[in-house]
């Protein structure tokens, strides 16, 4: 897939799907699968290193992983998640960001939000790189949003999201992810922009989805928003494969004869 292979499905009506991921070993099941595109989210922060936000990621742990992912999956297009506050900094800072990520292996980049740096938007897409938008529910706006809160429910607010979804497109994003908003708003800011929406917990009038990989996976049990539909058990088969691997070294069971070097 490339940036003209998303524009097409938007045409023709066809849905793309979205998961993040952080890792090499995990990005080598991604490159096997269907999936269009990886986003290796600046939501690493939270589910590889354990912090209770996004913000802690920086662009030396987002580069980090993007690496990793690109050496896993070579034959996907690779989405890096530009971390809070390199895209507040002015054009020189965000774009060392930019040269940071397309080095270790991106193709694209993403960036929450417009408001104060639509003209970085427009830069980096003029430099030929493309990029992602994010509206709706921002991560990296957590505090100043109050909490991880559904955005968009009054007409005001869905009509100040449609109209960020347009600058967006027009300053030069390939497609727009957007979180956290009733299918309502989702489905206008749909209709309004040509680029792909790619949505996560906004319904189902969108373009495409993206979920995180661990929470698709059931890999992490601590928190389940409603907009996550859990695939499989991941964790539970871990923890089941560590506990049998415990049981049987315990019980004499491993290693068998088989498994021994004579
Ligand atoms: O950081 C992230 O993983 C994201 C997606 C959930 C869209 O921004």
Redesign the pocket.
Known sequence: MNVHDFAAAKRDGRKLTFT?CYDWWSARILNESSVDGI?V????AMVMHGHLT?LPATPEMMSFHIAAVARGAPDKFLIG?MPFPWHRKGIPAAMDVVDAFLTAGAHAV?L?GIEGHEEIVRHIAGSGVPVMG?VGLT?QSVNALGGYRVQGRSEDAAERLVEESRRLEQAGCFSL?V?GVTSGTAAAITRAVSIPT?G?GAGIEVDGQ???LHDLAGLQREVKPKFVRVFADGYGMLLKAVEDFDRSVKDGSFPSEDETYE
Not at 41 to 44: E, I, L, Q, V, W
């Open positions: 993040t986003l989210g600046d939501s690493a996004t998640d993403k929450e994010h991560p992810v979180e790619i996560i993206v979920l995180v």
